[in-house]
């Protein structure tokens, strides 16, 4: 088995390093294929996606990702910053799903902003759309008539972008409690009027699925006012980024959240996929050791559930940092004074 490793900019590899130990301690068999991303991929080869460090993507059968972002960088243009690493891996490896679980653990109620007995009940995925939408759309700046300066971002969809989307939301509703809530702002948009029509024809092929719909305005008060509604939210780029990083806060911390990147690509094991933190590279930290490696060795149960079929496995890893947290063991973002090195060993113990 072959795992790309990227560790990136920040706090990347600081939390890397702790899943690649639990990764270790695993029977498993498998070969590291290391490269660079962001900002250090930018300093050392010119480029924040090097051809090598595509090379090793695509031989791998998943990439393990840290993160990316330089204050160092923020003056480059916009096709050399280090956010283009991650997008540019979307983009080559035709990662279109992003799979981003969201579920309270045991004792941590009281960490998050919302009222211990609501955040209590979030158990959800959110399935975002990963290629298309103003990310990926027609973009630059321009004058007016009037010689203003104008920005602009093309937000679309075609319907074979939407309906592969839909796909993977309405499975991955059939593996949970077979309820899928679609969000999209069709009162306004006509991308997302594209959107409900698709996801409406798709939902033909999965009659034993709820299908539900929700403007996004409204799924972001609902997932602050009742997140134990929902089951499965699948929803656009632009949508999804806003709504997973919400509901990392409703429970408790967004050092606790992994996300799973897939694609259409079918290895010898499961789906091709990047798995990561959704965190960002909190320059502001990184070097201290005080990182919290809890949401990176997360994305790696995910890494072994959906690309090496390890499901047992990927249990085993979530169960460990469970019951770290449950005994305790805390980093800063969660109020406690446990460094991203005694963190690892916490779950290394328990695991």
């Known amino acids: 088995m072959k795992i790309a490793v990227f560790p990136g900019d920040g706090i990347g590899p600081e939390v890397t390093a ?8 695993l029977p498993l068999k498998v070969s590291l294929l290391e490269g660079d991303v962001g900002g250090i991929a930018y300093k050392r080869h010119g480029h924040p996606l090097p051809e090598e460090t595509l090379v090793a993507a695509r031989e791998a059968d998943a990439i393990l990702f840290g993160a990316v972002g330089d204050f160092d960088c923020d003056h480059l243009e916009r096709h050399l910053r280090p956010e283009q690493a991650i997008l540019g891996l979307r983009r080559e490896l035709n990662l ?44 630059g700046m321009r004058k007016t008539d009037a010689g203003l300066r104008e920005g602009y971002d093309i937000m679309s969809y075609d319907e ?5 989307i839909a796909i993977a939301g309405f499975e991955a509703a059939q593996k949970r409690r077979g309820r899928l809530c679609s969000v999209d702002k069709a009162n306004v948009l006509e991308t997302s009027q ?12 999965y009659p034993d699925v709820e299908l539900t719909h929700m403007y996004v305005d409204n799924a972001a008060m609902q997932l602050v006012k009742n997140p134990g509604q929902f089951d499965v939210v699948v929803t656009g780029n632009l949508f999804g980024d806003i709504l997973s990083d919400q509901a990392s806060m409703c429970v408790g911390s967004i050092g606790l959240l992994a996300s799973a990147s897939l694609g259409e690509r079918k290895t010898e094991y499961g789906t091709f996929g990047l798995y990561e933190p959704i965190h960002g590279s909190a320059p502001d930290i990184a070097g201290k050791g005080i990182a919290n490696p809890m949401a990176t060795v997360l994305s790696l149960a995910e890494l072994l559930r959906h690309s090496l079929g390890q499901e047992e496995l990927a249990q085993r890893v979530e ?10 063991i805390r980093g800063g973002d969660l109020g406690g004074d446990s ?3 005694e963190i690892g060993d916490a779950i290394l113990t328990r695991l």
Do not use: M
Not at 98 to 107: D, I, S, T
Not at 108 to 131: C, F, Q, W
Not at 160 to 164: N, T
């Open 194 to 205: 594209l959107w409900r029509d698709v996801v409406i024809e798709t939902h033909a092929d």
């Open 319 to 328: 169960n460990a940092v469970a019951k770290a947290l449950a005994d305790g």
């Open 18 to 25: 702790q899943a690649l130990r639990v990764l270790e301690a």
């Open 96 to 139: 279109f799903a992003n799979l981003r679980p969201a579920k309270v653990f045991e004792g941590l109620e009281h960490t998050s902003a919302l009222k211990p007995e609501i955040a209590g009940a979030i158990d959800l995925l959110i399935v975002r759309e990963l290629n298309g939408d103003v990310y990926f759309g027609e973009k």
């Open 160 to 164: 074979g972008e939407v309906r592969r």
């Open 339 to 341: 460094n991203c090195a």
